[in-house]
């Protein structure tokens, strides 16, 4: 059992910095797959990017590929999401999930936080 807390949400400027946190509980965290999803309204639920449990593999969706950075502290049970150069299209809830698959499907990911919510503004 993982429980996910994610903070760090909140109102940015485009073309501002945010940072995320996603904070487990669990003895197993660090055999998981960490995986940042964002839904906005009337969307579904879409891959952000992922982290394996070594930090040895990341991926990220294209539309944030060298704004967002994934990492990891094992020792800390944290996983981060840095965001740079926010658009308005990155406004959505964010959420954090762990499973043991690597893949880019909501629906493979066993464990969720409750989300937080990332507004960019003009």
């Known amino acids: 059992q993982v429980q996910l807390v994610e903070s760090g949400g909140g109102l940015v400027q485009a073309g501002g910095s945010l940072g995320l946190s996603c904070a487990a509980s669990?003895?197993?965290?660090?055999?998981?797959?960490i995986g940042w999803f964002r839904q906005a309204p009337g969307k579904e639920r879409e891959f952000i990017a992922a982290i394996s449990w070594n930090s040895g593999r990341t991926n990220y969706v294209d539309s944030v590929k060298g704004r967002f950075t994934i990492s990891r502290d094992n020792t800390k049970n944290t996983v981060y999401l840095h965001m740079n150069n926010l658009k308005l299209e990155d406004t959505a809830v964010y959420y954090c999930g762990a499973g043991l698959t690597w893949t880019l499907s909501s629906t493979a990911y066993d464990y969720w936080g409750q989300g937080t919510q990332v507004t960019v503004s003009s």
């Open positions: 669990g003895r197993t965290f660090k055999s998981y797959i």
